[in-house]
């Protein structure tokens, strides 16, 4: 007999269901709590685990939005993908403090993300956009440096370069992974690169992952 499933419990909305998302939907589906998983991949790895799966794009705010008040669900979670504005944006109407909607943005765009930084006083490397029109005696940045497209992640794009001959061949293969038509580029700083993982909760920031990394 097939199990009817309990849809009074909590439910969550969980942005994407690749392998990525795998754990978070085991993790929801231990705690008692319905995973609605949306996700534009129908074999997506998520389906065959989440309580729900909907052949539905991620990024849909409308139609997922449109869902969430539906069946009143009661958060939305954002896990992997590069796209929090999107999870932002449905919490918004659902009446749920999440991260606002112009922070989220800034985070997915590398340039707005470094403006900040700079102005909060918050130490960076040197940094500039690069635009294909850029000419070699305006490029006021000291060599090596890095150059990485303003709204990717997982160093898609991001590429070393130690002296300006290796970045006008490289600066191609960076635009080829965005829509956009320039590049973020900043002096490289030498040391480890650490990952974290942070929740904010009643005002106060909790960091409980740090992981060495070596994109």
Do not use: W
Request: hydrophobic share 35%; proline share 5%; charged share 25%.
């Amino acid at each position: 007999i097939k199990k009817t499933k309990n849809y009074s419990k909590k439910k969550l909305i969980i942005l994407g269901g690749s392998h990525d998302q795998i754990g978070t939907i085991q993790t929801t589906n231990s705690m008692n709590i319905n995973s609605f998983v949306f996700d534009k991949n129908f074999n997506s790895p998520g389906k065959k685990i989440a309580d729900l799966f909907i052949f539905k794009s991620a990024k849909d705010i409308k139609n997922i939005s449109y869902f969430a008040k539906k069946i009143k669900a009661n958060g939305v979670l954002l896990q992997g993908p590069d796209f929090p504005y999107v999870s932002s944006a449905i919490e918004k109407t659902l009446g749920i403090e999440n991260v606002p909607i112009k922070a989220a943005s800034i985070c997915t765009n590398k340039y707005s993300m470094k403006k900040l930084f700079k102005k909060k006083s918050i130490p960076i490397p040197k940094f500039r956009l690069l635009r294909n029109s850029d000419k070699k005696k305006n490029f006021n940045l000291k060599f090596p440096v890095v150059i990485k497209p303003l709204d990717k992640s997982a160093s898609r794009g991001v590429f070393f370069c130690e002296n300006y001959n290796i970045l006008k061949k490289l600066k191609n293969r960076s635009l080829l992974e965005t829509k956009k038509k320039v590049l973020l580029v900043e002096e490289y700083l030498k040391g480890p690169q650490l990952s974290t993982e942070s929740l904010i909760y009643k005002g106060k920031v909790y960091t409980p992952g740090f992981v060495d990394r070596n994109y």
